[in-house]
């Protein structure tokens, strides 16, 4: 069964940074790509970083390239998604994704609040 566990949101004054992490389990990290998504109250859940699982190739929504970088460790099974230079505008819901088997799976969200 896939698992994956958010952590490290809070709240953050603009121009701060914070680092989000995702733990993963039930399935081969190593061999799946993996994403951040955030959705903010009223609107969409969009992608916001994605990184390959064998070349480590990244991409990123224009509106945070320059300032969200996405990593991973697969020897700790986790995906990372570090963000500096935070905006209100990034205040959402992020939450953590791949796909195993042909299945989706979700983490259960960690919540990024960006205010001064």
């Known amino acids: 069964q896939v698992q994956l566990v958010e952590s490290g949101g809070g709240l953050v004054q603009p121009g701060g940074s914070l680092r989000l992490s995702c733990a993963a389990s039930?399935?081969?990290?190593?061999?799946?790509?993996m994403s951040w998504y955030r959705q903010a109250p009223g609107k969409e859940r969009e992608l916001v970083a994605r990184?390959?699982?064998?070349?480590?190739?990244?991409n990123y929504a224009d509106s945070v390239k320059g300032r969200f970088t996405i990593s991973r460790d697969n020897a700790k099974n986790t995906v990372y998604l570090q963000m500096d230079n935070l905006k209100p505008e990034d205040t959402a819901v992020y939450y953590c994704?791949?796909?195993?088997?042909?299945?989706?799976?979700w983490g259960q969200g960690t919540q990024v609040t960006v205010s001064s």
């Open positions: 990184i390959t699982s064998v070349t480590g190739m990244t």
């Open positions: 994704y791949t796909v195993w088997r042909a299945n989706g799976s």
């Open positions: 039930g399935f081969t990290f190593s061999s799946r790509a």
